[in-house]
Nanobody
């Protein structure tokens, strides 16, 4: 079992920055990939970024160049640094972790970007 707890969401003006954190506990050694999805009101969940156990990041085109995903293995925590935020980035952001057996999800954290 893996437990994920997100933090760092909030309200920010357009052009501002936020850093989301995703702390993993439990069988975190079994995690291959950790990443983020987001879901805006009335829209489907959208993949944002992930980072592999080897530290290789990947990003959706919509956030490339503005968001940076990183991991601190000592703290079992993955971060999503979000810069140059836009109103269209407003969503609930969900952390996920893929193991060989299944995916785990966090509860989500709200990010609201005002224009």
């Amino acid at each position: 079992q893996v437990q994920l707890v997100e933090s760092g969401g909030g309200l920010v003006q357009a052009g501002g920055s936020l850093r989301l954190s995703c702390a993993a506990s439990g069988s975190s050694f079994s995690i291959n990939v950790v990443g983020w999805y987001r879901q805006a009101p009335g829209k489907q969940r959208e993949w944002v970024a992930h980072i592999t156990s080897g530290g290789n990041p990947n990003y959706a085109d919509s956030v490339k160049g503005r968001f940076t995903i990183s991991r601190d293995n000592a703290k079992n925590t993955v971060y999503l640094q979000m810069n140059s935020l836009k109103p269209e980035d407003t969503a609930v952001y969900y952390c996920y972790a893929d193991t060989l057996r299944r995916a785990y999800w966090g509860q989500g954290t709200q990010v609201t970007v005002s224009s």
